[in-house]
Protein backbone atom coordinates (compact mmCIF):
# COMPACT_ATOMS: atom_id res chain seq x y z
CA UNK A 1 0.00 0.00 0.00
CA UNK A 2 1.52 3.26 -1.05
CA UNK A 3 0.58 5.96 1.40
CA UNK A 4 2.56 8.47 -1.16
CA UNK A 5 -0.97 7.96 -3.41
CA UNK A 6 -3.53 7.45 -0.54
CA UNK A 7 -6.28 10.17 0.49
CA UNK A 8 -8.42 10.46 3.11
CA UNK A 9 -12.33 10.97 2.09
CA UNK A 10 -14.59 13.36 3.69
CA UNK A 11 -18.40 14.00 2.89
CA UNK A 12 -20.50 16.52 4.76
CA UNK A 13 -24.10 16.15 4.54
CA UNK A 14 -25.66 19.42 2.85
CA UNK A 15 -28.78 19.28 5.05
CA UNK A 16 -29.21 20.83 8.30
CA UNK A 17 -29.20 17.92 10.94
CA UNK A 18 -32.88 18.03 12.82
CA UNK A 19 -31.88 19.26 15.82
CA UNK A 20 -28.07 20.42 17.90
CA UNK A 21 -26.48 17.51 18.38
CA UNK A 22 -22.81 15.88 19.17
CA UNK A 23 -22.81 12.50 18.32
CA UNK A 24 -19.32 11.89 20.33
CA UNK A 25 -19.69 10.30 23.92
CA UNK A 26 -17.05 11.91 26.34
CA UNK A 27 -14.58 8.99 27.30
CA UNK A 28 -15.97 6.59 24.77
CA UNK A 29 -14.68 7.26 21.16
CA UNK A 30 -17.01 6.20 18.16
CA UNK A 31 -16.70 2.92 16.85
CA UNK A 32 -16.78 2.38 12.57
CA UNK A 33 -20.15 1.83 11.57
CA UNK A 34 -22.09 1.48 8.37
CA UNK A 35 -24.79 3.85 9.46
CA UNK A 36 -25.74 7.06 11.14
CA UNK A 37 -25.48 7.04 15.00
CA UNK A 38 -28.30 5.21 16.90
CA UNK A 39 -31.54 7.79 18.17
CA UNK A 40 -34.71 9.44 17.21
CA UNK A 41 -34.61 12.61 15.25
CA UNK A 42 -37.34 15.01 15.35
CA UNK A 43 -38.63 17.51 12.44
CA UNK A 44 -37.63 17.45 8.73
CA UNK A 45 -34.22 18.91 7.29
CA UNK A 46 -33.29 22.16 6.32
CA UNK A 47 -30.84 24.02 4.16
CA UNK A 48 -26.83 23.11 4.69
CA UNK A 49 -25.32 23.33 7.97
CA UNK A 50 -23.73 25.81 9.39
CA UNK A 51 -20.10 26.81 8.10
CA UNK A 52 -18.14 26.15 11.74
CA UNK A 53 -20.55 23.77 12.59
CA UNK A 54 -19.03 21.71 9.49
CA UNK A 55 -15.69 22.59 9.91
CA UNK A 56 -15.35 21.63 13.68
CA UNK A 57 -17.26 18.70 12.57
CA UNK A 58 -14.33 17.46 9.91
CA UNK A 59 -11.78 18.04 12.34
CA UNK A 60 -13.59 15.53 14.88
CA UNK A 61 -14.41 13.28 12.23
CA UNK A 62 -10.32 13.09 11.25
CA UNK A 63 -9.89 12.60 15.44
CA UNK A 64 -11.82 10.48 16.13
CA UNK A 65 -10.21 7.91 13.24
CA UNK A 66 -6.69 8.79 14.56
CA UNK A 67 -7.99 8.09 17.87
CA UNK A 68 -9.76 4.81 17.32
CA UNK A 69 -8.97 3.44 13.58
CA UNK A 70 -10.37 0.03 14.84
CA UNK A 71 -10.49 -2.52 11.82
CA UNK A 72 -8.68 0.58 9.58
CA UNK A 73 -5.65 0.42 11.46
CA UNK A 74 -3.67 -0.70 8.24
CA UNK A 75 -4.95 2.05 5.78
CA UNK A 76 -4.66 4.55 8.24
CA UNK A 77 -0.99 3.70 9.17
CA UNK A 78 0.05 3.45 5.49
CA UNK A 79 -1.78 6.38 4.85
CA UNK A 80 0.37 8.84 7.28
CA UNK A 81 3.73 7.05 6.94
CA UNK A 82 5.27 9.43 4.77
CA UNK A 83 3.46 12.77 6.49
CA UNK A 84 1.79 13.44 3.14
CA UNK A 85 -2.32 14.24 4.76
CA UNK A 86 -4.18 14.55 2.08
CA UNK A 87 -7.80 14.38 2.74
CA UNK A 88 -10.56 15.76 0.07
CA UNK A 89 -14.28 17.03 0.74
CA UNK A 90 -17.32 16.13 -0.69
CA UNK A 91 -20.77 16.69 -0.27
CA UNK A 92 -24.09 14.76 -0.74
CA UNK A 93 -27.58 14.39 -0.13
CA UNK A 94 -30.47 12.40 0.10
CA UNK A 95 -29.45 9.21 -1.41
CA UNK A 96 -26.23 10.35 -2.38
CA UNK A 97 -25.96 10.74 1.49
CA UNK A 98 -27.68 7.28 2.13
CA UNK A 99 -25.03 5.26 -0.62
CA UNK A 100 -22.73 6.85 1.80
CA UNK A 101 -23.58 5.26 4.74
CA UNK A 102 -23.54 2.51 3.29
CA UNK A 103 -19.86 2.17 2.69
CA UNK A 104 -17.45 1.86 5.51
CA UNK A 105 -16.97 4.79 7.82
CA UNK A 106 -18.04 6.29 10.77
CA UNK A 107 -20.31 9.66 11.19
CA UNK A 108 -19.88 12.95 13.39
CA UNK A 109 -23.12 14.67 14.25
CA UNK A 110 -22.20 18.20 15.41
CA UNK A 111 -24.80 20.52 15.65
CA UNK A 112 -26.30 21.47 12.46
CA UNK A 113 -23.65 19.39 10.85
CA UNK A 114 -22.57 16.09 10.03
CA UNK A 115 -19.31 14.64 8.27
CA UNK A 116 -18.47 10.94 7.39
CA UNK A 117 -15.18 10.01 7.27
CA UNK A 118 -14.11 7.08 5.58
CA UNK A 119 -11.18 4.93 5.87
CA UNK A 120 -8.32 5.88 3.57
CA UNK A 121 -8.76 4.94 -0.23
CA UNK A 122 -6.59 4.99 -3.33
CA UNK A 123 -6.18 8.83 -5.49
CA UNK A 124 -6.54 6.57 -7.99
CA UNK A 125 -9.77 4.06 -7.25
CA UNK A 126 -12.65 5.94 -5.06
CA UNK A 127 -15.72 3.88 -4.22
CA UNK A 128 -18.02 4.58 -7.03
CA UNK A 129 -20.44 5.86 -4.44
CA UNK A 130 -17.94 8.07 -3.07
CA UNK A 131 -15.95 9.23 -7.10
CA UNK A 132 -19.60 10.42 -8.55
CA UNK A 133 -19.84 13.10 -5.08
CA UNK A 134 -18.99 16.77 -6.47
CA UNK A 135 -15.89 18.43 -4.94
CA UNK A 136 -16.45 21.80 -5.78
CA UNK A 137 -18.81 24.42 -5.08
CA UNK A 138 -19.18 23.65 -1.52
CA UNK A 139 -20.22 26.65 -0.13
CA UNK A 140 -21.77 27.58 3.48
CA UNK A 141 -22.01 30.41 5.28
CA UNK A 142 -22.67 31.27 9.16
CA UNK A 143 -26.31 32.27 9.85
CA UNK A 144 -25.24 33.30 13.41
CA UNK A 145 -22.05 34.19 15.25
CA UNK A 146 -20.27 31.10 16.84
CA UNK A 147 -20.52 30.64 20.45
CA UNK A 148 -17.02 31.18 23.03
CA UNK A 149 -14.29 29.27 21.87
CA UNK A 150 -12.47 26.50 23.60
CA UNK A 151 -9.08 24.83 22.84
CA UNK A 152 -8.27 23.61 21.14
CA UNK A 153 -8.92 26.29 18.61
CA UNK A 154 -7.74 25.81 15.13
CA UNK A 155 -7.11 29.07 13.98
CA UNK A 156 -7.49 30.08 10.22
CA UNK A 157 -5.72 32.58 7.94
CA UNK A 158 -7.82 35.63 7.85
CA UNK A 159 -6.18 36.73 4.34
CA UNK A 160 -6.55 33.93 2.55
CA UNK A 161 -10.42 32.88 1.51
CA UNK A 162 -11.18 29.19 0.81
CA UNK A 163 -14.46 27.04 -0.12
CA UNK A 164 -16.19 25.17 2.60
CA UNK A 165 -14.55 21.99 1.66
CA UNK A 166 -11.71 23.05 1.35
CA UNK A 167 -11.32 24.62 4.58
CA UNK A 168 -12.67 21.53 6.71
CA UNK A 169 -10.01 19.63 4.71
CA UNK A 170 -7.66 22.14 6.38
CA UNK A 171 -9.24 22.10 9.73
CA UNK A 172 -9.06 18.16 9.08
CA UNK A 173 -5.13 18.75 8.65
CA UNK A 174 -4.86 21.16 11.65
CA UNK A 175 -6.45 18.59 14.10
CA UNK A 176 -3.97 15.83 12.98
CA UNK A 177 -0.92 18.33 13.42
CA UNK A 178 -2.51 19.10 16.83
CA UNK A 179 -3.27 15.40 17.71
CA UNK A 180 0.25 13.98 16.86
CA UNK A 181 2.13 17.01 18.30
CA UNK A 182 0.27 15.89 21.89
CA UNK A 183 1.44 13.28 24.36
CA UNK A 184 -0.88 10.32 25.78
CA UNK A 185 -2.00 12.03 29.12
CA UNK A 186 -3.37 15.06 27.01
CA UNK A 187 -4.98 12.92 24.35
CA UNK A 188 -6.91 11.47 27.04
CA UNK A 189 -7.93 14.73 28.19
CA UNK A 190 -9.28 15.73 24.98
CA UNK A 191 -11.03 12.32 24.44
CA UNK A 192 -12.59 12.76 27.89
CA UNK A 193 -13.97 15.97 26.42
CA UNK A 194 -15.45 14.30 23.31
CA UNK A 195 -12.18 15.67 20.71
CA UNK A 196 -13.84 18.40 20.78
CA UNK A 197 -12.82 21.81 18.85
CA UNK A 198 -12.98 25.17 17.98
CA UNK A 199 -12.69 27.00 14.69
CA UNK A 200 -12.73 30.11 13.93
CA UNK A 201 -11.01 32.79 12.04
CA UNK A 202 -7.93 35.46 13.34
CA UNK A 203 -9.15 38.73 14.19
CA UNK A 204 -6.07 39.74 11.82
CA UNK A 205 -3.60 39.07 9.80
CA UNK A 206 -0.96 40.44 12.61
CA UNK A 207 -2.56 37.77 15.34
CA UNK A 208 -2.29 34.97 12.70
CA UNK A 209 1.25 35.71 11.96
CA UNK A 210 1.71 35.86 15.81
CA UNK A 211 0.39 31.93 16.12
CA UNK A 212 2.72 30.90 12.99
CA UNK A 213 5.59 31.99 14.98
CA UNK A 214 4.90 30.61 18.85
CA UNK A 215 6.03 26.90 18.12
CA UNK A 216 2.58 25.82 17.59
CA UNK A 217 0.96 22.94 14.43
CA UNK A 218 1.25 25.27 11.34
CA UNK A 219 -0.84 23.68 8.42
CA UNK A 220 1.47 24.67 5.01
CA UNK A 221 -0.64 23.82 2.05
CA UNK A 222 1.04 21.76 -0.59
CA UNK A 223 -1.02 23.30 -3.18
CA UNK A 224 -3.29 21.27 -5.05
CA UNK A 225 -6.36 23.36 -4.59
CA UNK A 226 -7.08 27.07 -4.29
CA UNK A 227 -4.36 28.30 -2.31
CA UNK A 228 -1.02 28.47 -3.37
CA UNK A 229 1.89 25.94 -2.31
CA UNK A 230 3.92 27.18 1.09
CA UNK A 231 0.53 29.42 2.21
CA UNK A 232 0.17 28.77 6.27
CA UNK A 233 -3.94 28.30 6.51
CA UNK A 234 -4.30 27.09 9.58
CA UNK A 235 -3.36 27.19 13.59
CA UNK A 236 -3.68 24.87 16.12
CA UNK A 237 -3.69 26.56 19.51
CA UNK A 238 -3.98 24.62 23.11
CA UNK A 239 -2.40 25.47 26.02
CA UNK A 240 -0.05 22.57 25.69
CA UNK A 241 0.94 23.01 22.55
CA UNK A 242 3.06 26.07 22.56
CA UNK A 243 6.80 25.40 21.77
CA UNK A 244 5.57 22.22 20.26
CA UNK A 245 6.82 23.28 16.52
CA UNK A 246 5.11 20.73 14.33
CA UNK A 247 4.12 21.59 10.56
CA UNK A 248 3.08 19.68 7.29
CA UNK A 249 2.04 19.95 3.90
CA UNK A 250 -1.60 19.26 3.09
Given at each position: M?A??Y????????ER?????T?A??G???G??????A????GP?Q??????D??????MAV??????????????H?WQ??????????R?????W??A?AL?????E????????HPPV?L?D??R????????????T??A????????I??????????????MA???????L?W??S?A??RA??????L?????T?G?QE???S?VT????????A??T?I?P????F?AD???LH??V?S?G?
Open positions: NELVLPLVVRIAAAPHSDPRPAPDTGPPGPRVRGPPERTALEAAALSLLDDPGEWTGELASTGKIRKVVRARGAERRLPGRTIHRTAEVRVPDWPDLARLQVSGTELDTAPGPAEPPLWANPALEMSAGKAQAGHAAQAWADDEAWRQRGAVSVRATDFDLAGLPVVRDGFEEGSCTVAPWGRSGA
